[in-house]
């Protein structure tokens, strides 16, 4: 039907619909997807920029929405927001927090509530990272791009991100004023300077990445899960309600042996690991047996968590999320749970390159958690994030979530 119109008009009227076209699309997102679509407001200014650009523009803006106001009444009549991705949240605050406790001074990524450049460059580095390693498995191939491609693409972002947290170290190393951060561990351990400066900027980069994406991830895990698992979201809410009556009750003392909350982190730990390709260990010269097979010296094996932490063979319903798996019952031989490899989870590494952030981030994801919470109310709203579909660069490219909140009210 079209064809013999295309003969008949030429291309030209076709092409000159293409905005049109694009614009309807626009109009019936908006209006009928859009995460914000429900927000109350004229329709007019929900499919079109123009009146918002015309009433800027004029010099009215704010009496035209002092109006509607008037007329369409608060957004979150209830106390309710408007639904969001409280993904980003996640980062924002693993990120200030590492922030203040390695630097001596937050990202204000709470505060302005936007990312650092900083974390879109860590990111980056992470991908470009995650290329260099696999070029260099081909030597031919390493040898091209260490000439011609490296200096320009990979290495230019990694090099941001280094010089960021190069001037990041400097500064706070140039600060009088002493400060119980981890820096001033830094600065007093190496009164010998046994550390160059290479070395502490080196550690520093390596710090900032493991002690705010991880925790990030982790919280971002969690949310999903009780997002999807409403009964699980219950019983852990009660939990919290229940024990902490008011705000000032929670403390890190009074949350730590927390059973179902406890349970939840395991199990989210457990089922969406926040480094799910672990670090490699190198097999001692000689080689040495690893799984009852002789693996030769200089040869780097690994224990992939992902796998392990989802193995049926090891775990009851190993894709489902059970909290129930890390609370006293499972003990108790009538539990599905009782004969889970419980010791098989480990989200932190073992041995001697464990993590070394381990009791600081049991601390953020119980505290956060906990005070999230036990303030607000959340409601999924779309649909959550499939997680098995996000990209791994050995850290996790997460998907947003979007979700509406309700402040509780609670007598103080
Ligand atoms: C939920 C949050 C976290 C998870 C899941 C996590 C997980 C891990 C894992 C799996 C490793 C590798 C261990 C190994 O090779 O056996 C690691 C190493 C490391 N983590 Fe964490 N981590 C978290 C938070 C943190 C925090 C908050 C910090 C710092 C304040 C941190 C600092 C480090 C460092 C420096 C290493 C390297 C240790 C070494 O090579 O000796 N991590 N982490």
């Known amino acids: 039907m079209i064809a013999p119109l ?29 995460p914000l679509r429900n927000i109350p407001g004229p329709k007019t200014w929900a499919i079109s920029r123009l009146p ?23 957004a979150n009549p209830d106390g309710t927001s408007e639904p969001f991705d409280i993904i980003p949240w996640f980062n924002f605050t693993a990120f200030d927090i590492f922030g203040d406790l390695g630097y001596g001074e937050t990202f204000d990524c ?28 081909f030597p031919t191939l390493e040898a091209v791009f260490k000439r011609w491609v490296f200096p320009y693409m990979m290495k ?4 941001k991100y280094a010089t960021a947290v190069i001037d990041k170290v400097n500064r706070r190393m140039s600060w009088e004023v002493a400060r119980p951060d981890i820096m001033s561990h830094v600065i ?15 550690t520093f980069q390596t710090l900032t990445l493991a002690g705010s994406e991880t925790t990030a991830t982790s919280l971002s895990g969690i949310m999903n ?72 010296g200089g040869t780097s094996v690994y224990i992939l ?30 539990s599905p749970f009782f004969n889970d490899r419980r010791d098989a989870l480990h989200p932190f590494g073992e041995g001697p390159r464990k993590c070394i952030g381990m009791n600081i981030a049991w601390a953020e994801i119980r505290l956060i958690l906990t005070r999230m ?18 990209k791994v660069y050995v850290l996790i490219e997460r998907q947003p979530l979007f979700v509406r909140l309700r402040q509780r009210k609670v007598a103080e």
Request: hydrophobic share 45%.
């Open 373 to 390: 919470l036990w303030a607000f109310d959340y409601e999924q709203v779309g649909v959550p994030i499939e997680w098995e579909k996000q």
């Open 188 to 202: 007093t351990g190496n009164e010998k300077g046994t550390m160059t400066p290479g070395e502490v900027q080196a």
């Open 225 to 296: 899960l009780l997002i999807k698992n409403p009964e699980a979201y219950a019983k852990l809410v009660e939990e919290l309600r229940r024990t902490l009556k008011k705000e000032s009750d929670i403390t890190l003392d009074a949350i730590k042996q927390l059973p179902y909350l406890n349970a939840v982190a395991n199990e989210a730990l457990r089922l969406l690991p926040a480094a799910p390709f672990t670090l490699p260990r190198i097999v001692p010269k000689g080689g040495d047996w690893v799984c009852g097979t002789w693996v030769p």
């Open 52 to 74: 918002f650009a015309r009433s800027f523009t004029g010099g009215t803006i704010v009496y035209d929405i002092e109006a509607f106001h008037r007329k369409y009444g608060p």
């Open 6 to 34: 295309i003969e008949k008009l030429g291309i030209l009227p076709f092409l000159a619909l293409t905005p049109i076209i694009a614009w309807l699309l626009t109009v019936v997102y908006n209006l009928y997807i859009h």
């Open 110 to 137: 709470l505060q302005t509530s936007t990312y650092h450049p900083f974390i879109k460059l860590l990111f980056d580095s992470l991908k470009a990272n995650c290329m260099v390693v696999a070029i260099r498995l």
């Open 156 to 159: 230019k972002k990694q090099n």
């Open 305 to 334: 968590p992902w796998a392990v932490n989802r193995d049926p063979t090891l775990w009851h319903d190993a894709t489902g999320f059970h909290p129930e798996r890390w609370l006293p019952s499972a003990l108790e031989e009538k």
